[in-house]
C-alpha cells in the first residue's frame, strides 16, 4: 500500500486534543476583540477547521496583527527571511501572554 501524500501530513499528533478537552470550546473565544499591533499566538484548534485555520507548520508562532478581514484576522508572522501574511480565523488566535500589559 502507498503513502498518503495529503495537505496535512504529521498533524496527528500536532493536532491532538486532550481527552478532557474534547469538543467545541467555550464561547469566550469568539467574543475577543483584537486591536492592530497586538502580538498574538497561533494555536490552531482542531475541532474548528471550517474557516480560518492556519497551515500547520503556523502552530505555536507569534504574529502580530495588521487588520481585519470579515470574522477572521491578518497577521504577519516570520518565517524565516521572510514574513507571510496569514487570514486567521480567532478561535487559532490567543494573546502573547509578554504583550499583555
Not at 503513502?3 to 467545541?24: A, D, E, I, M, P
Amino acid at each position: 500500500m502507498t503513502s498518503h501524500k495529503g495537505y496535512r501530513k504529521k498533524t496527528r499528533q500536532k493536532h491532538r486534543k486532550n481527552v478532557r478537552k474534547r469538543g467545541l470550546g467555550s464561547i469566550e473565544k469568539y467574543l475577543i476583540d483584537y486591536e492592530v499591533n497586538d502580538k498574538v499566538d497561533i494555536i490552531t484548534d482542531s475541532s474548528q477547521h471550517k474557516e480560518g485555520m492556519p497551515h500547520f507548520r503556523y502552530h505555536g508562532r507569534t504574529g502580530t496583527i495588521v487588520g481585519q478581514r470579515g470574522r477572521c484576522y491578518i497577521v504577519e508572522v516570520k518565517l524565516g527571511n521572510s514574513t507571510k501574511t496569514l487570514i486567521i480565523g480567532t478561535e487559532h488566535l490567543r494573546l502573547n501572554p509578554v504583550s499583555i500589559k
